[in-house]
């Protein structure tokens, strides 16, 4: 088993720094370059909505991510301090958005859901919100 935790500044100019940080943990798994453009992209979707929507970027905020590799499994929780969701199921619906005048599409939950293997949301308005997801890199070793 291996693990990491990062805190880090909640601003979207460290997103690059995140989606490579974590595929770069993960490569002892020897994942496909498919598996890593879908780790990086669910890991930049949860990561931007920390920052845009959690803390509506606004200054001195960190974000939360912990990584865990064990037994063929990319384990990743990421979260914020921020002001939390008020209603998840709704909010998980494809193309729904709090901020259509931003161009924001409302697929980051979809997407997240579609390229990761496991993926659930928790989270307390005024508190923050947890993203957990779980992608299977390799299958187990009979
Ligand atoms: N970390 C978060 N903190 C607060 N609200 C969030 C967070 N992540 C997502 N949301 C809410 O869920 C909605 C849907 O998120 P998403 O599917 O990524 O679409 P988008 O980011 O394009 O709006 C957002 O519009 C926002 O209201
Ligand atoms: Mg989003």
Do not use: W
Request: aromatic content about 8%; proline content about 3%.
């Amino acid at each position: 088993m291996n693990k990491l935790y990062i805190k880090i500044t909640a601003d979207l100019s460290n997103d690059a720094f995140i989606r490579s940080t974590v595929a770069a943990f993960c490569v002892e798994l020897n994942p496909t370059v498919e598996q890593i453009e879908d780790i990086k992209t669910a890991v930049s979707e949860a990561f931007t909505n920390c920052v845009i929507h959690g803390y509506e970027n606004s200054k001195g905020n960190y974000v939360y991510i912990d990584l865990c590799v064990d037994d063929g499994k990319l384990s990743i929780i990421i979260s914020d301090g921020g002001k939390g969701i008020e209603n998840v199921e709704k909010a998980m619906e494809p193309f729904f958005t709090t901020k259509p005048d931003e161009e924001r599409s409302g697929m980051g939950f979809t997407l997240m859901k579609t390229f990761m293997d496991e993926m659930r949301v928790d989270s307390t308005p005024g508190k923050g919100t947890t993203v957990t997801m779980v992608k299977i890199i390799a299958k187990e070793v009979a």
